[in-house]
């Protein structure tokens, strides 16, 4: 009977640890690519490659939509870089994706002036990586709700990093509990919340809200500092001092972007 009931012990353990693996895989996994670019030139090459080769590939390979994004015009950063969102359902999915593309002859021969581009005419001047988790309360990518058409639209990437990695938990504890809430009662249409995992800034959380135009986006946020909800949260013990550094871009997705 003592046998029995330790068997069962254990059964109901190895349940309930694989129970609590699927919910953690229920998460999405995002790489979040800037390509740092100094002419127009790399510019269009990788316009090019994106559009005509890593795109369709992404398709082919189990990945249904990508997003590529650059500076609005009054952005310090305009024409210097491209943001490539990629959206996986797991990180083995991540890690198979690179090996898929190099074996996809379609991509090679698509992808041709890129891949195989000059060490004196490269396509960029390096690439910064982001690996990020999606939030417990936000687990998967959504393409935005908006309907005007997308080049109106203002695409706001934010990344909050925290002063310790206690802060930061706590950061990330306020999105799940109720941050997240006031941006979609505001209609700011969110394309992903996430915590990074592998990156240059953490510890920080990264999100993605979009927008109808510039003076939506205002108003939004205006809403946003009036809101019942946030003015109750922010003054909360537990929440305070948990952001050192707010890095704001707006953008505006490619006419060739899946969001």
């Given at each position: 009977m003592k046998q029995l009931k330790t068997l069962s012990l254990g059964l109901f353990v190895l349940c309930l640890l694989l129970s609590s693996n699927l919910l953690a895989q229920k998460r999405d996994i995002y790489e979040l690519k800037t390509y740092?670019?100094?002419?127009?030139?790399?510019?269009?090459?990788?316009?090019?490659?994106?559009?005509?080769?890593?795109?369709?590939?992404?398709?082919?390979?189990?990945?249904?939509?990508?997003?590529?994004?650059?500076?609005?015009?009054?952005?310090?950063?305009?024409?210097?870089?491209?943001?490539?969102?990629?959206?996986?359902?797991?990180?083995?999915?991540?890690?198979?994706?690179?090996?898929k593309l190099l074996k996809d002859q379609t991509f090679l021969k698509d992808g041709e002036a890129y891949i195989?581009?000059?060490?004196d005419k490269p396509p960029y001047k390096r690439i910064e990586t982001a690996i990020l988790r999606g939030m417990s309360e936000h687990p998967k990518f959504a393409p935005s709700k908006l309907t005007n058409d997308k080049k109106d639209r203002v695409y706001e990437l934010r990344s909050y990093e925290g002063p310790t990695e206690r802060l930061y938990r706590q950061k990330v504890k306020?999105?799940?509990?109720?941050?997240?809430?006031?941006?979609?009662?505001?209609?700011?249409?969110?394309?992903?919340?996430?915590?990074?995992?592998?990156?240059?800034?953490?510890?920080?959380?990264?999100?993605?809200?979009?927008?109808?135009?510039?003076?939506?986006?205002?108003?939004?946020?205006?809403?946003?500092?009036?809101?019942?909800?946030?003015?109750?949260?922010?003054?909360?013990?537990?929440?305070?001092?948990?952001?050192?550094?707010?890095?704001?871009?707006?953008?505006?997705?490619?006419?060739?972007s899946d969001l």
């Open positions: 740092h670019i100094t002419s127009p030139e790399q510019e269009q090459m990788l316009d090019s490659y994106l559009e005509k080769a890593f795109i369709p590939a992404a398709h082919r390979n189990g990945v249904a939509k990508v997003g590529v994004f650059k500076p609005i015009a009054s952005q310090p950063d305009a024409g210097q870089k491209v943001y490539v969102f990629i959206p996986f359902k797991s990180l083995d999915e991540f890690e198979a994706f690179e090996g195989n581009a000059a060490f306020m999105f799940n509990s109720g941050e997240m809430d006031i941006f979609e009662r505001l209609n700011c249409s969110p394309i992903f919340y996430a915590e990074t995992i592998a990156g240059a800034n953490m510890p920080n959380l990264m999100y993605m809200t979009t927008h109808e135009n510039m003076e939506v986006r205002n108003e939004h946020w205006k809403q946003f500092g009036a809101d019942p909800a946030w003015a109750a949260m922010k003054d909360l013990e537990e929440y305070k001092n948990t952001v050192s550094r707010n890095d704001t871009r707006l953008l505006y997705p490619t006419n060739y």
